[in-house]
T-cell receptor
Framework: EPEVTQTPSHQVTQMGQEVILRCVPI?????FYWYRQILGQKVEFLVS????????KSEIFDDQFSVERPDGSNFTLKIRSTKLEDSAMYFC???????????????FGNGTRLTVT | AQKVTQAQTEISVVEKEDVTLDCVYE???????LFWYKQPPSGELVFLIR??????QNEISGRYSWNFQKSTSSFNFTITASQVVDSAVYFC???????????????FGKGTHLIIQP
């Protein structure tokens, strides 16, 4: 069964450094998402992406964050200058969602655990 | 604004007992979707079910069943004859349909940690 893959599974970085989290969504999916989960807390929406542009973003997704689909398969989340509070599990998700049913289920990757020291 | 409340932070039952996880939501939208996701100890999020706001039929899938009641804004999840492998955090989530198109995000509840003891 096709799945969303995320790399790396765990990344450690120093405060102030830039990090790029990588995701390969399911190949025929059109909508892409990033979520984060601070340890022990709920999953929070960051951003959705469709047709090569951001569709929606939350308050968390400030100027330090950016997303990109550099080629036909990868979907990346960049944090320009990491802060301690960016430490969390970051989940990528994708959905097939055509215009008539773009709320088709999200399929999540296994997550990247980001630790900022 | 949308909100999902899972009042049960943690539930512990003995294997083979039935258990119900509660989910109450708030939304002003008339068209919306409700979801349940399972997060096992390994951390990934596994899709369990999606229900749209027009369909109030209850659903059963094996040992899992879902009770959607629009009148009380609840979408509860019951596991019958629980097993140790059911131990996980379960998240209820809500999303709505943009009339203008575009992809929206899910609003998650805080999750219920279900512990099934052998």
């Amino acid at each position: 069964e096709p799945e969303v893959t995320q790399t790396p599974s765990h990344q450690v970085t120093q405060m102030g450094q830039e990090v790029i989290l990588r995701c390969v969504p399911i190949s025929n999916h059109l909508y892409f998402y990033w979520y984060r989960q601070i340890l022990g807390q709920k999953v929070e929406f960051l951003v959705s992406f469709y047709n090569n542009e951001i569709s929606e973003k939350s308050e968390i997704f400030d100027d330090q964050f950016s997303v990109e689909r550099p080629d036909g398969s990868n979907f990346t989340l960049k944090i320009r200058s990491t802060k301690l509070e960016d430490s969390a599990m970051y989940f990528c998700a994708s959905s097939a969602g055509d215009p008539s049913s773009y709320n088709s289920p999200l399929h999540f990757g296994n997550g990247t655990r980001l630790t900022v020291t | 604004a949308q909100k999902v409340t899972q009042a049960q932070t943690e539930i512990s039952v003995v294997e083979k007992e039935d258990v119900t996880l509660d989910c109450v939501y708030e939304t002003r939208d008339t068209t919306y979707y409700l979801f349940w996701y399972k997060q096992p100890p390994s951390g990934e999020l596994v899709f369990l079910i999606r229900r749209n706001s027009f369909d109030e039929q209850n659903e059963i899938s094996g040992r899992y069943s879902w009770n959607f009641q629009k009148s009380t804004s609840s979408f509860n999840f019951t596991i019958t004859a629980s097993q140790v492998v059911d131990s996980a955090v379960y998240f209820c989530a809500l999303s709505f349909l943009y009339s203008g198109g575009g992809a929206d995000g899910l609003t998650f509840g805080k999750g219920t940690h279900l512990i099934i003891q052998p």
